[in-house]
């Protein structure tokens, strides 16, 4: 069973587009993380919910929107797509401070 | 807000040599995690450190925490083409459980 799923794995849209990014976690944890990975490979925090709750959110621009429904899903809408938007979205959770466990990744290419 | 540095951004060694990677960070951190992404995937935690002076050992990964607990390194032994990939260091803010990753270390190796 996968710890953390997230659809799709490959998503490639022409800009000015809408789309959604879905994450599911099994392990009963808490909290849960959206992560914007570059072509350097740096991995900048986007948003974290504990408990359904946004409890962070860094300077993203209004265009993403996170959504939790439960504490095991935390989705990503993003409106109007930019070309500076292509990056890899990872969705991550964790439990008190312990580990987190990342999904596979959505690739985003925006054309 | 707190920024954790890794250096160096990229390694290359020949198979059989040793790996050292350094994190620092302009503030006190309560903790230091360490994690590997393999290239097309996503990072995969390995451990965590908590004490001050902390030393763990994994086979051939070396985990230290500093005295001062603003800095971390990663020492691997006799690197094998297994071993290639990024490493981060992350550290938890336990306030608001926000994980800050650091820069990475790029390893390539050569066979």
């Known amino acids: 069973d996968t710890a953390v799923s997230q659809t799709p794995k490959y998503l490639v849209t022409q800009m000015g587009n809408d789309k959604s990014i879905k994450c599911e976690q099994n392990?009963?944890?808490?909290?849960m993380y959206w992560y914007k990975q570059d072509s350097k490979k740096f991995l900048k925090i986007m948003f974290s919910y504990n408990n359904k709750e946004l409890i962070i959110n860094e300077t993203v621009p209004n265009r993403f929107s996170p959504k939790s429904p439960d504490k095991a899903h935390l989705n990503l809408h993003i409106n109007s797509l930019e070309l500076g938007d292509s990056a890899v979205y990872f969705c991550?959770?964790?439990?008190?401070?312990?580990?987190?466990?990342f999904g596979q990744g959505t690739r985003l290419t925006v054309v | 807000g707190q920024q954790v540095m890794q250096i160096p951004q990229y390694q290359h060694v020949q198979e059989g040599e040793d790996f050292t990677t350094y994190c620092n960070s302009s503030t006190t951190l309560s903790n230091i995690q360490w994690y590997k992404q393999r290239p097309g995937g996503h990072p995969v935690f390995l451990i965590q450190l908590v004490k001050s002076g902390e030393v763990k050992k994994q086979k051939r990964l070396t985990f230290q925490f500093g005295e001062a607990k603003k800095n971390s390194s990663l020492h691997i032994t006799a690197t094998q083409t297994t071993d290639v990939g990024t490493y981060f260091c992350?550290?938890?803010?336990?306030?608001?459980?926000?994980?800050?990753f650091g820069t990475g270390t790029r390893l390539t190796i050569i066979p």
């Open positions: 392990l009963g944890h808490d909290t």
């Open positions: 991550a959770s964790s439990q008190s401070n312990t580990e987190a466990f």
């Open positions: 992350a550290s938890v803010n336990f306030g608001n459980e926000k994980l800050t």
